[in-house]
């Protein structure tokens, strides 16, 4: 009998420098979250970027927000406007403060938070006296945000923006790249990211003195004395100099697991792009998404969970959109400012397997299902 092989969501993809240099950390017994390799990744994450952008490599994306929103002041009792339609991670960390989450909804054309709800709430929070104190804005699925507008507002009002690029290392808008529009902004290294150490994250900051906060907060807060004095609380947060050397191996290989991502959407393009009812999430102009996954909408929920469950009989994974934050039990009592967009997105999307390791049979595979459990229906 032959057996199908599973078909992952977004699997790690190595590029065959990694071990080299975790090798090179247990040779020279640099087995500690410090190091070359923790060096070498912040440099190689700088020189990619340029225009003087500096990284903090850290144990995960979760903990670079929760430090990018620290270093900016958020604390207890404050509000911070949170694009609802994310991932969990962009939200939990205000609640590590001891501040409180406001959702914001997102617009249609890139899926992101709407400039106009996101000045709409900044407004009403403002004649009831409670001035948000930060804006977490995320570029959803690698597909950038309206970076403009949203930095327009933040200017406007004053209210600093943490730039979630968790899934976007890779995009850019008009050439500038996705990790340089915010104050503070953030990536993330987990195994289903565009490039991963396993897990970890970055810090990615302009001004070396944040750099130096982060580091300092990411590594228990050690003020400058032989003895270990501490006058602020700290975080156990730095990344260890052996995943870094899987992330030194990965920057070299970033441009060709963007384009493998890029090329899986346009073969589900070319495939399916011409179905009735089944829409893609499309490039505004100047836009570049490293197309982290590739999303499809489907006419109704039904229909979504009859291509999913179709594609889960045949192992293979794929995944409604994120449910938003204001839909979450856990963030039931939060305020939110919605239009009902995020919920209908979730209703109907869906992520298809996008890894750059995927071959094409394995697309083959996908669609070939899909086009017969669509016309089944
Ligand atoms: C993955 C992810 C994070 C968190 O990163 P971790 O490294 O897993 O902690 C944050 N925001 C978004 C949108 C993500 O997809």
Not at 221 to 246: C, F, Q, V
Request: proline content about 4%.
């Amino acid at each position: 009998m032959i057996t199908k092989t599973k078909i992952w969501l977004s699997s790690p993809h190595m590029g065959g420098t990694e071990q080299q240099y975790i090798q090179e950390a247990f040779d020279t017994n640099w087995v500690a979250p410090l190091g070359p390799n923790v060096d070498a990744f912040e440099d190689s994450i700088s020189n990619y970027y340029q225009n003087n952008l500096t990284a903090a490599v850290l144990s995960s994306g979760t903990a670079a927000i929760h430090l990018a929103l620290k270093i900016l002041g958020v604390g207890t009792g404050d509000d911070v406007l949170c694009q609802s339609f994310t991932f969990s991670a962009s939200a939990n960390p205000i609640t590590y403060l001891g501040a409180n989450p406001v959702f914001v909804d997102s617009e249609k054309e890139t899926w992101n938070m709407s400039p106009e709800l996101l000045e709409h709430a900044i407004l009403d929070m403002m004649t009831k006296g409670k001035k948000p104190k930060a804006i977490v804005s995320v570029h959803l699925y690698g597909m950038p945000y309206k970076t403009i507008d949203v930095a327009e507002i933040s200017k406007k009002y004053g209210i600093p923006v943490v730039e979630d690029s968790a899934e976007a290392l890779g995009s850019s808008v008009n050439g500038v790249k996705c990790g340089e529009f915010g104050d503070i902004a953030i990536l993330s290294f987990n195994g289903n990211k565009i490039i991963t150490t396993s897990g970890g994250g970055a810090l990615l900051t302009k001004d070396n003195e944040i750099k130096k906060k982060a580091i300092f907060l990411a590594t228990q807060a050690r003020d400058n004395t032989p003895h270990y004095e501490h006058s602020s609380i700290g975080h156990n947060y730095r990344m260890s100099n052996i995943l870094a050397g899987i992330g030194r191996g990965q920057m070299e290989v970033l441009n060709d697991r963007v384009e493998a991502r890029r090329a899986n959407y346009s073969f589900y393009k070319e495939h399916l792009g011409n179905i009735e009812g089944i829409s893609f999430l499309e490039e505004p102009e100047g836009y570049y998404c490293n197309r982290w996954l590739t999303c499809i909408l489907t006419p109704s929920y039904d229909i979504r969970e009859k291509i999913r469950l179709a594609l889960q009989a045949e192992d293979i994974e794929s995944r409604p959109l994120w449910k938003p934050m204001h839909e979450q039990p856990i963030f039931k009592n939060c305020t939110s400012y919605t239009d009902g967009t995020s919920s209908d997105l979730f209703d109907r999307g869906l992520c298809l397997p996008s890894g750059s390791n995927l071959n094409k049979g394995d697309l083959l595979r996908i669609t070939s299902l899909i086009l017969k459990t669509l016309t089944d229906v």
